[in-house]
């Protein structure tokens, strides 16, 4: 099991800034993925920006890409999402996710946040 806890939404006029945070009850052993997502009002969930463990590459959706930077520290047991320059369409409740994958690759546990609010607005 991991719990994970975000904190760094609120409210930001265009152009402005935040740094969300994510905090792991544990560190992770296991082969893994860690994420940030995000889910707009009337729309589904969104893959922000994603890192695996096995090689530590960083993939971004094309809309936040040369805005947003995923970074992770892992003794700290903490992961980061920040926004640069944002946006008004970048307005969204973000998630951070821990998939994890047990003994077969078959087999994967997915673990969120409880998800933060970030409003864009001026």
């Known amino acids: 099991q991991v719990q994970l806890v975000e904190s760094g939404g609120g409210l930001v006029q265009p152009g402005g800034s935040l740094r969300l945070s994510c905090a792991a009850s544990r560190i992770i052993h296991e082969y893994y993925a860690i994420g940030w997502f995000r889910q707009a009002p009337g729309k589904g969930r969104e893959g922000v920006a994603f890192i695996s463990s096995a090689d530590g590459s960083t993939i971004y959706a094309d809309s936040v890409k040369g805005r947003f930077t995923f970074s992770r520290d892992n003794a700290k047991r903490m992961m980061y999402l920040q926004m640069n320059n944002l946006q008004p369409e970048d307005t969204a409740v973000y998630y951070c996710?821990?998939?994890?994958?047990?003994?077969?690759?078959?087999?994967?546990?997915?673990?969120w946040g409880q998800g933060t609010q970030v409003t864009v607005s001026s």
């Open positions: 996710n821990v998939r994890i994958w047990g003994a077969y690759e078959a087999v994967r546990n997915d673990y």
